[in-house]
């Protein structure tokens, strides 16, 4: 299994950015999906946005589509989403999810433990 580790969330106002960024252990890195995925508060756990294992094929979530990037460098082991204008309703905790699939919860195979990004009006 691959360990994975979030960090660069925070708060940010509308409009603003974010650069989160997932650090994975494990020989088996470069074999995988790798995705993100959040959570508000009350609602169920959503798809974000994915990569294939060689770094190419990226797709998102119609809600975030145009405004998130998201990337990977396998020498450094290390995934990232860059996330700009962002919206209040972008307020969640985000996770790192790496797996044979990973366009939904289920498919994933390892998480992260998660990184809260928060948006004002």
């Known amino acids: 299994q691959v360990q994975l580790v979030e960090s660069g969330g925070g708060l940010v106002q509308a409009g603003g950015s974010l650069r989160l960024s997932c650090a994975a252990s494990?020989?088996?890195?470069?074999?995988?999906?790798m995705g993100w995925f959040r959570q508000a508060p009350g609602k169920e756990r959503e798809f974000v946005a994915a990569i294939s294992w060689s770094g190419g094929s990226p797709y998102y979530a119609d809600s975030v589509k145009g405004r998130f990037t998201i990337s990977r460098d396998s020498a450094k082991n290390t995934m990232y989403l860059q996330m700009d204008n962002l919206k209040p309703e972008d307020t969640a905790v985000y996770y790192c999810?790496?797996?044979?699939?990973?366009?939904?919860?289920?498919?994933?195979?390892?998480w992260g433990q998660g990184t809260q990004v928060t948006v004002s009006s």
């Open positions: 494990g020989r088996t890195f470069s074999t995988y999906a």
């Open positions: 999810a790496a797996g044979v699939g990973v366009a939904a919860p289920a498919q994933v195979g390892s």
